[in-house]
T-cell receptor, first 113, second 111 residues
Framework: DTGVSQDPRHKITKRGQNVTFRCDPISEHNRLYWYRQTLGQGPEFLTYFQNEAQLEKSRLLSDRFSAERPKGSFSTLEIQRTEQGDSAMYLC???????????FGQGTRLTVV | QKEVEQDPGPLSVPEGAIVSLNCTYSNSAFQYFMWYRQYSRKGPELLMYTYSSGNKEDGRFTAQVDKSSKYISLFIRDSQPSDSATYLCALEKDSNYQLIWGAGTKLIIKP
């Protein structure tokens, strides 16, 4: 399977714990995006990378959220001190730079209890 | 007011019907228009991508953009039960790929 891969698919964590998600984009793609989606809503943009550089961060991305793409390949999204409001589907997508068509992974569903 | 408005549905139609899904937007700066399909508990899947006003056809799917009215549509011909999903429109203002999404319309095709 050469699509976008996300791990884990599901995560249940207690409030206050830290969680980390991983995204492996399509190998030829140099852009990688993170989105968050809650039930009944479209995805909300969080941040994106071109190669290893993080070029844009949404105002939605509080200090508790950090994303990395150390070698311009896979990316991680960490949420520190999770809150119940962080419960959502976290989606990763990738594309070629200059191309708008992006391909999404299956998402990581986070539940904070 | 949201930048992109989309009726959440659900929209229920019989198999074989022509389906019309729509979004309206308020900002004329949007240049790129996309339709994604999302099955339950899955990531969105790109269906159609258009840049200019007019129609674009791909198999049973037709995307229509009317920039003067700030209105975009997705038509599905000969609808199948497997088309049952949530359909999201996504719009982009520039090449930085900050997509602005509609809330999605849940479509149900009854056999």
């Amino acid at each position: 399977d050469t699509g976008v891969s996300q791990d884990p698919r599901h995560k249940i964590t207690k409030r206050g714990q830290n969680v980390t998600f991983r995204c492996d984009p399509i190998s030829e793609h140099n852009r990688l995006y993170w989105y968050r989606q809650t039930l009944g809503q479209g995805p909300e943009f969080l941040t994106y990378f071109q190669n290893e550089a993080q070029l844009e961060k949404s105002r939605l991305l509080s200090d508790r959220f950090s994303a990395e793409r150390p070698k311009g390949s896979f990316s991680t999204l960490e949420i520190q001190r999770t809150e119940q409001g962080d419960s959502a589907m976290y989606l990763c997508a990738s594309s070629f730079s200059g191309r708008t068509e992006a391909f999404f992974g299956q998402g990581t569903r986070l539940t904070v209890v | 007011q949201k930048e992109v408005e989309q009726d959440p549905g659900p929209l229920s139609v019989p198999e074989g019907a022509i389906v019309s899904l729509n979004c309206t937007y308020s900002n004329s700066a949007f240049q790129y228009f996309m339709w994604y399909r999302q099955y339950s508990r899955k990531g969105p899947e790109l269906l159609m991508y258009t840049y200019s006003s007019g129609n674009k056809e791909d198999g049973r799917f037709t995307a229509q953009v009317d920039k003067s009215s700030k209105y975009i549509s997705l038509f599905i011909r000969d609808s199948q039960p497997s088309d049952s999903a949530t359909y999201l429109c996504a719009l982009e203002k520039d090449s930085n790929y900050q997509l602005i999404w509609g809330a999605g319309t849940k479509l149900i095709i009854k056999p």
